[in-house]
Each structure stands twice: as structure tokens, then as C-alpha cells.
């Protein structure tokens, strides 16, 4: 366990300015600074974007760094967990991403908490890695027994909503209608791919039935 005075010179030491800041929680290597870190409220303030007339930017967290390194700590896991579900939410990209890092280096009975987190950031119009990672974590979820918590997150990651491009019946006449779904047309295909082949092997008729409903819901948003 850490003293409380080198817990409060280190805190003094992040305060001076960005370059301290930064180069604490990229070099410090304990889980046991998890729980002193947390206690000083380190978790509870992610960077928001930063908008500047049409562009927007996503600054990295330290912090949040910091916990994914940990995650992959097997006795620090339960706490990085804890302190994961505590951290408020944000339309910050970068801190999905190493949240996503963090589900997938936990246990799945432990990354499943996560998952109804993961299933807002799918509906964000800009993700980051979340393509490249979130099929991995629903395999990782299935094969890991947590077969629900891998549906309600492919089933999220794999819905489809009408065209946004189609305004009135008369351009879905002329037109016709192209379901758009929620990630670019190459990741989804990548997604599908990976995930259908183990969800249909473990959880059999469950995993058939969200295709089914989804390629349903293709040909209803298609009319």
C-alpha cells in the first residue's frame, strides 16, 4: 500500500503542468495507485471534445491510459473494472477506445458489464477503433459463456436505420430506400464476417435469429 505522502507529492507533482501531468500516467506502473488515484476524484473528469468552427478533435486521457495497462493486471482487474464503470460518460472517441481495451483485456464475466456502455458508443457518428475492436469483444463474450451479452451487443453493433438520404415518398419511388447501418460498409462486413460464424456455433438458434431479424429488417427499410 502507497504512503499518503507519496501519494500527495505525486499529486503535487501532476498539478505543475501538462508535460508532469502526462508523464506520471504514462510512466507509473502499480495497480496500486488505482485505488489512491480514484480517491482523489483522477477518473472523474474525461476530456471532452474540442470543437473549433467545423472541425472537432479528441484529446487522449491519461488516465484512461493508465487503467488500460492495469486491466491487463490479473489481481487489479475487479478494481480497474469499478473504477471504469464510475467514469462519466463522454463523446470523447479516445476514451471508448481504451475503454474498449479494457473490456477486452477483462474477464468476459467482467467485460459483459460493460457492454450496455459499448452499445451507446456504436450510435456515435464518429468512432475511432471501435470498428476494429468491437467484433473481437463479441467473440471474445460468446466464447468466454457470456452468449447474451454477445447478442445484445452484436445486435446493437449490427442494426440498421432507414436512409437518412431519402426525405419524402416521392424520392422512395424514384430512389428507392438504402438501410444505412452503423458503421461504414467495409467494418460491417468486416463484423458480420468474424462474428456470425462463432454466434450461429454457440448459441445455435439464438445467434440464426438475430441475422434472420436483421435481414428482415434490410428488406422493410428497403420497400
Known amino acids: 500500500m502507497l504512503k499518503e505522502e507519496t501519494v500527495k507529492r505525486a499529486l503535487v507533482e501532476i498539478a505543475k503542468g501538462d ?5 506520471f500516467f504514462e510512466h507509473v506502473k502499480s495497480a496500486a495507485w488505482l485505488e489512491p488515484l480514484a480517491r482523489h476524484g483522477r477518473f472523474q473528469k474525461p476530456p471532452e471534445p474540442i470543437r473549433r468552427e467545423q472541425y472537432i478533435s479528441f484529446p487522449a486521457w491519461p488516465e484512461s491510459r493508465y487503467l488500460a495497462r492495469m486491466s491487463t493486471v490479473s489481481e487489479a482487474q475487479a478494481a480497474v473494472l469499478e473504477i471504469a464503470l464510475r467514469i462519466p460518460e463522454t463523446e470523447n472517441v479516445c476514451v471508448h477506445d481504451d475503454l474498449m481495451d479494457i473490456a477486452l483485456n477483462l474477464q468476459p464475466h ?3 458489464i ?12 464518429v468512432k475511432r477503433q471501435l470498428p476494429y475492436k468491437i467484433g473481437d469483444l463479441i467473440i471474445r463474450l460468446a466464447e468466454g459463456g457470456e452468449q447474451q451479452a454477445a447478442l445484445t451487443l452484436a445486435g446493437a453493433a449490427l442494426a440498421l436505420g432507414p436512409d437518412p438520404q431519402v426525405a419524402n415518398e416521392d424520392d422512395k419511388v424514384m430512389m428507392g430506400r438504402q438501410p444505412r447501418p452503423r458503421f461504414q460498409d467495409f467494418h460491417y462486413e468486416s463484423i458480420v464476417t468474424s462474428v456470425l460464424p462463432v454466434l450461429a456455433r454457440i448459441t445455435g438458434l439464438a445467434g440464426v435469429r438475430l441475422f434472420s431479424d436483421l435481414l428482415d429488417d434490410w428488406t422493410k427499410l428497403s420497400r
Open 114 to 125: 460493460l457492454v450496455p456502455r459499448v452499445c451507446v458508443w456504436v450510435q456515435d457518428p
Open 19 to 23: 508535460a508532469e501531468y502526462v508523464y
Open 110 to 112: 467482467q467485460a459483459a
